[in-house]
């Protein structure tokens, strides 16, 4: 698409990017990019990774809350702003609003995570705690607006949100200017859409082109059925590690510019995503939220196809640590690295002995044992030995389970 296309069509231009870019200097970080060599391996083109999880308020978000707030009229900065999220958006619209001097009040789901909670305080904001999942919050938010004349602040479905996230494209392409391929984690739209109009039109100006591929978890995309249909939809969503991301109807302003410039909507699942924040971890150093790791996990999925230099955005850091802790045993699991095992054992000596034998020989690194003599379906005589086991990975775990086997005993991987 031309410049001149770009511009009819109502997508934001390149210098209102650089417009929106100049406004957060000094507000918002210029993130760094860093190289991965497993990635580029994987992939087998370079590939770089834009840590945005070290962006003031560990996410994106105050780039978009910022440009949208400065835009505000004294008279409606005078009124106030609101808005309702989990996190993210909140600690985002909290510290936009304080660097402004405009009063700000946040309504949040009773379970979110304590520390965004503390961190959403701590940039003054006046938090309201109401309601189980962010639903409650989000009507709320929309009545205290109509109540009071304040200004609500969406998350995602604005112009001028769009502009400012769109500021990550242009530093994306000064540090990595021959850039060919950009993966970004997809929940509303609203980085991706900015993104990819800001990255477009430079790549326009260039006389090249850009590859843009979008990234969302499969229990709650609403993007590929959107752009099947032709127009944002509502899906039914399913629970996802990734709640950041998880967005059941896209926005209308990023809907119109995905479907212009955005190449590709790839899905990936819950077991892929704990795989990425396992390899980003354990290979970059890097602690990421599952939502901003989606990319990483369409890259290791085999999702994504690239044919030259390649970045992906880690779009957000505010994990819980107790989340995290979760996480990483789901993605050891799914990695092959960590199974626990359920034996049903004749209650006699020597039985603990025997499978200790067996998994030693198999190089089996025993982390807990539970044994029970109480479960469903035993027999008086029988007792259920539960292991958790860490293991080399797929092949070694399978040869785990078949040296069980082999020598006579009958052992289960549990799923929960």
């Not at 503390?118 to 938010?141: F, K, N, Q, S, W």
């Not at 990936?268 to 602690?287: C, M, P, T, Y």
């Not at 939220?289 to 890259?299: L, T």
Request: net charge negative.
């Amino acid at each position: 698409m031309s410049i001149s296309t770009l511009a009819a069509s109502g997508i934001p231009t390149l210098a209102e990017f650089e417009d929106a870019a100049a406004v957060l200097r000094g507000v918002a970080s210029h993130t760094p990019l860093e190289e991965s060599q497993h990635l580029s391996d994987v992939l087998g083109v370079p590939v770089h990774l834009k840590l945005e999880n070290l962006q003031r308020t560990g996410s994106f978000k105050i780039r978009g809350a910022t440009y949208r707030l400065s835009r505000l009229t004294a008279e409606e900065r005078a009124r106030g702003v609101v808005a309702a999220s989990a996190g993210n958006h909140a600690q985002g619209v909290a510290l936009a609003a304080q660097k402004l001097g405009i009063a700000a009040t946040i309504f949040m789901p009773l379970g979110v995570p304590v520390p965004k909670l503390l961190a959403t305080r701590g940039y003054g904001a006046d938090v309201i705690l109401e309601g189980p999942t962010v639903e409650t919050p989000l009507r709320l938010a929309a009545e205290f607006a109509e109540r009071t004349g304040a200004v609500l602040i969406h998350p995602f479905d604005h112009r001028d949100i769009v502009l400012g996230q769109g500021t990550l494209g242009l530093e994306l392409h000064q540090d990595l200017p021959d850039v060919e391929t950009v993966v970004i984690g997809v929940g509303g739209g609203g980085l991706i859409a900015g993104v990819a109009a800001a990255m477009k039109a430079r790549a326009a100006a260039e006389g090249r082109t850009i590859r843009i591929i979008g990234v969302q978890a499969e229990n709650a995309g609403g993007y590929p059925a959107s752009l099947a249909a032709g127009h944002p939809v509502v899906v039914s969503s399913r629970p996802t590690i990734a709640d950041g991301i998880a967005v059941a109807r896209p926005g209308d302003v990023p809907f119109a510019i995905v479907r212009e410039l955005v190449d590709e909507v790839v899905t990936v699942s819950d077991d892929d995503i704990a795989r990425a924040l396992l390899v980003l971890l354990e290979r970059a150093k890097q602690v990421v939220e599952p939502g901003g790791a989606a990319g990483v996990a369409a890259i290791l999925a085999g999702k994504v196809q690239a044919h030259g230099p390649t970045a992906t955005v880690l779009s957000g850091g505010n994990i819980d640590p107790l989340l995290l802790q979760r996480v990483v045993a789901h993605g050891l699991a799914a990695s092959g690295r960590y199974m626990t095992l359920r034996i049903p054992l004749p209650d006699r000596p020597g039985q603990l002995a025997q499978v200790s034998e067996v998994l030693a020989e198999a190089g089996a690194n025993v982390i807990e044992v539970l044994h029970t003599r109480h479960g469903q379906g035993l027999q008086i005589s029988e007792v259920i030995l539960q292991l958790s086991v860490e293991t080399r990975g797929e092949d070694h775990r399978e040869q785990v389970i078949r040296m069980l086997t082999d020598a006579g005993f009958a052992p289960t991987v549990a799923t929960d």
